[in-house]
């Protein structure tokens, strides 16, 4: 019987369950942006249901996506569930709807005696000893309560200069109250001059003016960046770059799906390629998926286990419920998958796609100069959806490799120009393209 213990040991070795780590815990000070839009219907429910909402924001999606990695505590469906600001939903969403950040050093550093913003403030710090990071993400209804000032006056409206320093009183007070060097992060603001309620008012038309808007908002996440940055254990979540996207990629879109601004009247039914909820001001679910992102970069820097992103895929197939392919499929037309190749040329049918050629008639992979270099040019639309490279073999047998980047150009036209090899005689070569994660 000498290896009875060993057996018992082994027995036991395998039939024990692993222990699997907690999720993340976050606790989010904020305002309509965080609250989950389940509670915010007037905007994020369509007209034709307008009771049931049928887009999500960031808190919802990652509690759906990333379920045994992120928390903000236990759910609580029903209206009048807490005795604060909040509504209902995660006991560590601290999300009201139309807070601004003086409004919330209101309720942290109170002059006059309020029953709700006692109790918040109370919940709060009593709350602040359980997360794993606490995340202020607010600032956008500052910019909303004088649009009007930050695009016409002259000068930049002195409540511009206040939003910083009142983050960093917010800050101070998690701070104070909060577990020692607990990881706080601090939002960039949305850039509102970016959403439909802004931008396509007559009143806020002019493109000059808007430049101006925009740079002073600018401005205000300059210093916020450097407020946090100058703060121990603290994190940026760069919210702001959602908003330098609409403003510059025209269209939105992921890996080639497009999405549309804001049009009415369908828009009123949220739809899933809408950028943003019916009301035009609050970012609609495939917005709110990118803004999780931003939120995950920061948590990502100091969580021992990261949390994974939302690839574009990911977002397109799981969390809007869309073709992630379907850029190729209105391309293809019934010419077959992505691998075939009906015209038995060298270029298969999505090689074809990415350099817009037809699928049904032979093409050349390349074009060759007296030089000895080889060319191709890709549609710039078409490689939103997929990546192209070429690589390079000397017998046509297993010694392909990716041709390295110093060889490559590209010239002012999108065609890719290949310098031939300094070394090798001879060169085959072959477009290799795989779609976008």
Not at 91 to 97: A, H, K, L
Not at 98 to 118: C, G, Q, S, V
Not at 215 to 221: E, G
Not at 389 to 411: A, K, P, Y
Request: net charge negative; hydrophobic share 40%.
């Amino acid at each position: 019987m000498p290896h009875k213990p060993l057996a018992l040991l082994l027995l036991f070795s395998i039939f024990t369950p692993s222990v699997q780590a907690a999720p993340f815990k976050l606790l989010a000070i904020g305002d309509s942006l965080t609250e989950e839009y389940i509670f915010e219907f007037p905007f994020s429910a369509p007209d034709s249901d307008p009771t049931v909402a049928n887009t999500r924001n960031w808190v919802e999606l990652l509690h759906s996506r990333r379920p045994s990695l992120f928390s903000m505590g236990a759910y609580k469906p029903d209206l009048g569930s807490y005795l604060d600001y909040r509504d209902a939903g995660y006991e560590y969403n601290y999300g009201i709807p139309t807070a601004t950040t003086r409004k919330w050093e209101d309720i942290l550093y109170p002059e006059d005696f309020n029953i709700l913003d006692f109790n918040t403030r109370s919940e709060l710090k009593g709350d602040l000893g359980v997360p794993a990071a606490v995340l202020v993400f607010l600032g956008g209804n500052d910019l909303k309560s004088n649009y009007s000032g930050t695009y016409n006056d002259p000068a930049p409206p002195a409540f511009l200069a206040q939003i910083a320093p009142r983050l960093a009183r917010i800050h101070a007070f998690v701070r104070q109250h909060a577990p020692a060097n607990l990881p706080i992060i601090i939002a960039t603001l949305p850039d509102i001059s970016a959403t439909p309620d802004i931008r396509l008012k007559p009143s806020y038309s002019d493109p000059a003016r808007q430049a101006v808007a925009r740079q002073r908002i600018a401005d205000v996440n300059a210093s916020v960046i450097a407020m946090a940055s100058s703060l121990p254990h603290t994190y940026i979540a760069r919210i702001d770059r959602l908003s330098d996207r609409i403003f510059d990629q025209n269209p939105v879109h992921l890996n080639g799906t497009t999405f549309t601004y804001y049009q009415l009247p369908e828009g009123n039914e949220n739809p899933p390629l809408h950028l943003f909820c019916k009301d035009g001001f609050h970012p609609g679910t495939a917005a709110q998926a990118l803004i999780a992102n931003e939120i995950l970069n920061a948590i990502n820097q100091f969580a021992s286990t990261p949390i994974p992103l939302f690839s574009n895929r990911e977002i397109l197939a799981e969390i809007l419920l869309q073709n992630p392919d379907q850029p190729y499929l209105d391309w293809a037309n019934g010419a077959g998958s992505q691998n075939e190749n009906p015209d038995d040329d060298p270029l298969p049918n999505l090689v074809e796609y990415l350099l817009d050629t037809n699928p049904l008639t032979p093409n050349p992979a390349l074009s060759y100069l007296p030089d000895g270099s080889a060319s191709y040019k890709p549609s710039p639309i078409a490689l939103r959806y997929a990546n192209l490279i070429i690589r390079e073999s000397e017998t046509l047998t297993n010694d392909w490799q990716t041709v390295v980047q110093s060889r490559i150009q590209t010239l002012p036209d999108s065609t890719i120009k290949v310098m031939p090899s300094p070394t090798a005689k001879k060169l085959f070569y072959q477009l290799q393209a795989t779609p976008n994660p």
